[in-house]
């Protein structure tokens, strides 16, 4: 059964980058069926999309946070990445990695998220 | 894009009833059959309970169902049980690959 799993600091200074990097198992990242993305969930709020990448390298990101994010993908190590830089306490969240199905446009598999914390 | 509405909360009684209501816009709700909810226990992630507004992926109850009208889905839950008791995040497709999800509900069973 195919898992993803989160991985990266937990704790970010202002001002600095966040780097996460999700890994699949159990199956191929380069699928034609699957894009793959990350989300976030600040404590107490609502997830929030951050964009997503196909196993081909394209990418697609939430206009709001288009300019501070960067995601890339790893089909040989079955790995996709987040980059957001210039952090401030706002982007202090639980971050997940996740699946979205192409034909229905539907995020039917969640990583178990990882908290970061933006604090000096 | 702006977040989904959804109430900040509903509650009902054991064998009850409840619907949760998610409202977008002509652009995302409106514009697509690709509306999901998930539920989310304290600390877990979230689960996915319906999808393409009326769907449910195999091994969730048939008590979950969903639906939309214009701009509003709706989320229901019949014969309510304990373990409903969790958060429901509605979200949807917006275009040009992007989704909104909304602010979440907290169901109460009583």
């Known amino acids: 059964q195919l898992q993803l799993r989160e991985s990266g600091p937990g704790l970010v200074k202002p001002s600095e980058t966040l780097s996460l990097t999700c890994t699949v198992s159990g199956g191929s990242i380069s699928s034609s069926s699957y894009c793959w993305g990350w989300i976030r969930q600040p404590p107490g709020k609502g997830p929030e999309w951050i964009g997503s990448?196909?196993?081909?390298?394209?990418?697609y990101y939430n206009p709001s946070l288009k300019s501070r994010v960067t995601i890339s993908v790893d089909t040989s190590k079955n790995q996709f990445s987040l980059k957001v830089r210039f952090v401030t306490a706002a982007d202090t969240a639980v971050y997940y990695c996740?699946?979205?199905?192409?034909?229905?446009?539907?995020?039917?598999?969640w990583g178990q998220g990882t908290l970061v914390t933006v604090s000096s | 894009q702006s977040a989904l509405t959804q109430p900040p909360s509903a509650s009902g009684s054991p064998g009850q009833s409840v619907t949760i209501s998610c409202t977008g816009t002509s652009s995302d709700v409106g514009a697509y059959n690709f509306v999901s909810w998930y539920q989310q226990h304290p600390g877990k992630a979230p689960k996915l309970m319906i999808f393409e507004v009326t769907k449910r992926p195999s091994g969730v109850p048939d008590r979950f169902s969903g639906s939309k009208s214009g701009n509003t889905a709706s989320l229901t839950v019949s014969g309510l049980q304990a373990e409903d008791e969790a958060d429901y995040y509605c979200s949807s497709y917006a275009g040009g690959n992007n989704f909104v999800f909304g602010g979440g509900t907290k169901l109460t069973v009583l």
């Open positions: 996740a699946r979205r199905e192409e034909d229905t446009a539907t995020v039917d598999l």
């Open positions: 990448i196909y196993y081909s390298g394209s990418s």
